[in-house]
Nanobody, 122 residues
């Protein structure tokens, strides 16, 4: 089974930056498209960013375009989410996800991490 473990969350001030990491194990990392989702208090889980198997095409929710960057390092079995210019509305639990097909708002991933909390204060 594929296991995904997120790290890097925390409490920051508006305008700060954070880099989330996701370490994968239990599968062939390069076979999976990867992505990040988030769920804010009282909200449904939403797609944040996706990256294809080779690290080529990337996809972003409109709310984070220009501020967040997804990347992967297949040699390290890792995917990252660089978050800049954080806003209070970015406060959420962030989840790493994997699937055999490109991840987007319309796809439910096959594998999920346990999440890491990001809190952005005003």
């Amino acid at each position: 089974q594929v296991q995904l473990v997120e790290s890097g969350g925390g409490l920051v001030q508006a305008g700060d930056s954070l880099r989330l990491s996701c370490a994968a194990s239990g599968g062939t990392f390069s076979r999976f498209a990867m992505g990040w989702f988030r769920q804010a208090p009282g909200k449904v889980r939403e797609f944040v960013a996706g990256i294809n198997k080779s690290g080529g095409p990337t996809y972003y929710a409109n709310s984070v375009k220009g501020r967040f960057t997804i990347s992967r390092n297949n040699a390290k079995n890792a995917v990252y989410l660089q978050m800049q210019s954080l806003k209070p509305e970015d406060t959420a639990d962030y989840y790493c996800a994997a699937d055999f097909f490109p991840l987007s708002a319309g796809r439910n991933p096959s594998y999920w991490g346990q999440g890491t909390q990001v809190t952005v204060s005003s």
